[in-house]
């Protein structure tokens, strides 16, 4: 089976690919050896779709807070709490 490099795969594709693989080694009728590449397979889909839902999460928070911009992952100290509210 060709399968595509993690990395390169949209969040909806790498969710669907995971969840026939769950469904596969629950069926119980794959051989050791295509259980164990379907485990590590699925921790790479998990790990991926996992880092894409908190790309988007923190997304969302920035724009919430009213700040439109795109993250820069080589970045991580965004402050999200920079408007000075001060209740005096």
Not at 40 to 61: N, T
Request: glycine share 4%.
């Amino acid at each position: 089976m060709d399968q595509a490099p993690v990395v390169n795969m949209k969040f909806e594709a790498a969710l669907a690919e995971l969840e026939d693989l769950v469904h596969s080694m629950e069926d119980g009728k794959l051989e050791l050896e295509a259980s164990i590449a379907a485990y590590r397979r699925g921790m790479a889909l998990m790990k991926h779709c996992q880092a894409q839902l908190s790309d988007a999460e923190q997304q969302i928070r920035m724009f919430e807070n009213g700040q439109i911009k795109n993250i820069d992952h080589s970045l991580q100290e965004i402050s999200l709490g920079d408007s000075s509210q001060e209740a005096e």
